[in-house]
């Protein structure tokens, strides 16, 4: 496996220039998040009774490209929608359901669509940079829609929606996925049918809510008929990945976890934090999205950052983050549904053991599971190939074949 630190520092400089045009600027460091957030994103006083249910809904656009010169012909809809963050407590969550302009002969399926890393601030939700032109997964999402399918984008909880978004939340990402397929059969301009076939598709980030989502299924949303789940280089362990990440070229996502789960579990940061990595906390919460904050801190050391000069990685080994980092490990329950995970060899941000255990934990809980290893290089490129070998993947499983397994 490539060490992540081997991507040198023209590499990095390389990755954004080539992606920067795709991306929108960041703001200022400082500026307030809440002053860059449309009406639509304010959460209501009274959400209502039921997970899925709309609170409300506006046409939308998808475009594939920051000039917004190629727009996908499906139609659009921005929702708002109920779902249940980690601690049971009702949310207001938002996403975007995009239909096929194609005749649909049978019940027309729905993916539901984890996204992977878009950065912790208002303006990098999915829901909002599908209409810029600049989500970096607008290929695999039209891939699915050339297929014939429904596809709602979660935008997770608080991505988007005012307070910090909870970023590696297991149960928080995975009842955001759920949700959002109930509030796609719910939406009555989508013309979706209230009982068809549904399948969830997730990589990296995306890869962990995806198989949070199988997992939880059962109990939390038994009516949904999930055919199978892709689930592409899955952040499964947080303690390995975290090791993975700090001081490499992107470090960032490290900071992204940290905020994240402190948000989740209402703990505060600053005590752990020097005057920079307050600043630099701040920054990526409320700034930076995922491609500006690589190019912004690459090879960011924790230490650099805390009261003690200690590693956050190693904050995590003690209470409550020892708990916290825990509970939000996967391979503990066994997915409902069949499951394809793919994972490249080669890849420099999670690696690849780290999919390869989750794989071996869901065998023997026995899960029905499709290991499915790749040599392409890099995090950012693998995620063609789970692409590549999941659309085809999910049309079997539509049609009712019996899934693969290597377990």
């Known amino acids: 496996m490539l060490r992540r630190r081997a991507l040198s ?3 990095v400089t390389t990755l954004i220039a080539a992606t920067s045009a795709v991306l929108p600027l960041a703001l200022p460091a400082g500026a307030a998040a809440a002053a860059d957030r449309p009406y639509f994103y304010e959460a209501p006083k009274d959400l209502p009774a039921n997970n899925g249910d709309v609170l409300r809904s506006e046409p939308a656009v998808f475009f594939l490209d920051p000039l917004k010169a190629v727009k996908s012909r499906a139609s659009v809809t921005r929702i708002m929608y109920r779902s ?30 984890a996204p992977g890393t878009q950065g ?12 810029e032109g600049t989500e970096y997964e607008a290929l695999p999402i039209k891939k699915l829609l050339d297929q014939g399918y429904a596809v709602v984008v979660t935008d997770y909880q608080g991505l988007g929606t005012p307070g910090v978004h909870t970023y590696m939340n297991r149960e928080a990402q995975g009842r ?64 390995t990945v975290a ?8 470090s960032a996502f490290f900071n992204y976890a940290f905020s994240g789960l402190a948000a989740g579990y209402r703990i505060d940061t600053d005590p752990y934090l020097n ?8 920054d990526l919460r409320d700034n930076q999205c995922t491609t500006q904050a690589i190019g912004a801190y ?18 995590l080994k003690h209470a409550p983050w020892d708990t916290i980092m825990a509970e939000q490990r996967l391979g503990k329950r066994r997915p409902a549904v069949p499951v394809l995970l793919s994972h490249s060899v080669l890849d420099d941000v999670i ?34 190939g789970t692409s590549a070998e999941g659309v085809p993947w999910l049309a079997d499983r539509f049609a009712g074949k019996t899934a693969p397994s290597t377990c």
């Open 84 to 113: 249940t963050d980690r601690a049971g407590k009702p949310i207001a969550v938002t996403g975007t359901v995009l239909t096929p302009r194609t005749v649909q002969y049978g019940p027309r399926p729905i993916i539901a669509f």
């Open 9 to 11: 520092r023209r590499a």
């Open 243 to 250: 090791e993975s990440l700090d001081g490499s070229a992107y």
């Open 120 to 131: 912790l601030a208002d303006k990098c939700a999915p829901s909002r940079q599908l209409a």
């Open 275 to 282: 005057a920079r990595g307050k600043r630099v906390t701040a």
């Open 351 to 384: 690696p690849h053991r780290v999919g390869k255990e989750l794989a071996a934990d869901w065998c023997r809980l026995g899960a029905t599971v499709k290991f499915s290893s790749n040599y392409l290089p890099t995090h950012i490129a693998a995620a063609a």
């Open 176 to 239: 955001a996925v759920l949700d959002s397929v109930r509030a796609a059969q719910r939406l009555d301009s989508a013309d979706l049918p209230d009982a068809g076939p549904v399948a969830i598709y997730g990589y990296s980030q995306g890869g962990g809510a995806a198989a949070s989502a199988a997992e939880l299924a059962r109990t939390y949303a038994p009516e949904l008929k999930i055919t199978g789940a892709v689930v592409g280089a899955p952040p499964a362990d947080l303690d």
């Open 298 to 315: 690459p090879f960011l050391r924790s230490r650099s950052l805390t009261v003690d000069g200690r590693p956050l990685t190693e904050r």
